[in-house]
């Protein structure tokens, strides 16, 4: 096994290392041990570790291309993974798969709590945003049953950290059942066909180069691009995206979360919607004076949603909220 580089001031000795990275949990091309998480560099995945002593804060990071705002270009959202560490060094992480961020940031939150999970700068607009809702608070003189639903919210919120895969997972397969739906079929066939001439291609560069035939270097090089472009594009009709497995996913996920929520008594929303984020909303909707009771809240924040489209502008910090839940109502018709 490939040794890991340090990165900052603190190390691990070697045999503690080897140990604490052969059984980190692993998110994509990064991990998190007990002692230290596990950073990739371009081509070798946790190829560096920082110590969790080093660590300052960790957080997630996106870029956006203009399609990822309009919806028509080729590109969408480039996730990060940023780790703080020492006295403001930072190392960036690409990932491939936004949900192997949220799904490392939420294993942090819960093992490693003393580590903040927002940026600075994300973390003052909360502050800013929590001080604010105090205030409205205060002003609006909210009645007594609102802050005991609000204290109820709260004791779910913690519930559902216990096991964060859950409502992970939930999110997760309502953004891909939401993807396929909103995707023409006929680009997965097309991408497909491409895909089968890059394959044809291929085995006939190999054939010409063989052979001394002419053009071959070109086919091959044909081949090779037609088949990484779109086998790495999660466009091809596979057996992990198409309609019926997507749907047992989503089905699979509320499912699980439904076993989850039964020994808790009276658990404040239906298990499509158990997720921190909808009981967070649902609290500031309640402090804000908008709903008392806790059904009243849950259809305030439905009609919140609804008016949420590409025309509206939001913060970032706002925007991670909504994608983690939105699918989750418009794949249940908002029920």
Excluded at 100 to 113: C, H, K, Q, S
Excluded at 153 to 178: E, F, G, V
Excluded at 204 to 210: D, K, N, P, V
Aim: glycine share 6%; net charge positive; aromatic share 10%.
């Amino acid at each position: 096994m490939l040794k890991p580089q340090r990165l900052g001031n603190l190390s691990l000795p070697d045999m503690e290392l080897t140990e604490d990275k052969k059984t980190c949990r692993k998110f994509g091309p990064c991990g998190v041990g007990k002692k230290a998480i596990y950073l990739n560099s371009f081509y070798i995945e946790r190829r560096y570790y920082v110590p969790m002593k080093s660590v300052k804060r960790i957080f997630k990071r996106i870029a956006m291309s203009k399609g990822g705002f309009t919806g028509k270009g080729a590109f969408g959202t480039l996730p990060y993974l940023v780790v703080e560490y020492d006295d403001g060094k930072e190392k960036q992480c690409n990932f491939k798969h936004e949900e192997d961020v949220d799904r490392l940031l939420a294993y942090v939150e819960v093992n490693f709590p003393q580590i903040p999970l927002h940026s600075e700068v994300a973390e003052q607009k909360l502050a800013e945003k929590a001080k604010r809702m105090e205030e409205k608070q205060r002003i609006g003189n909210i009645s007594e049953t609102a802050k005991k639903n609000i204290r109820c919210l709260d004791n779910a919120i913690k519930y559902l950290h216990k096991d964060t895969d859950l409502y992970l997972n939930l999110s997760q397969s309502a953004k891909k059942k939401r993807v396929y739906d909103r995707s023409n079929p006929a680009y997965k066939w097309v991408a497909l066909a491409i895909t089968l001439m890059g394959l044809g291609a291929f085995g006939y560069g190999i054939y010409s180069l063989a052979t001394h035939a002419g053009f071959g270097i070109y086919f091959l090089l044909f081949g090779l691009a037609a088949i990484f472009l779109f086998s790495g594009a999660s466009v091809l009709p596979t057996s992990h995206n198409n309609r019926s497995y997507i749907e047992k996913q989503l089905l699979n996920a509320v499912d699980e979360m439904e076993q989850y929520i039964k020994t808790y008594p009276d658990f404040p929303v239906p298990a499509c919607y158990a997720h921190p984020v909808v009981l967070k909303r649902m609290q500031d909707i309640l402090k804000e004076g908008r709903a008392e009771t806790i059904p009243a809240a849950l259809r305030v924040l439905k009609e919140d949603l609804k008016a949420l489209n590409s025309s509206v502008v939001v913060e970032q910090e706002e925007y991670d909220e909504i994608v983690a839940i939105k699918p989750m109502f418009l794949v249940m018709d908002y029920r």
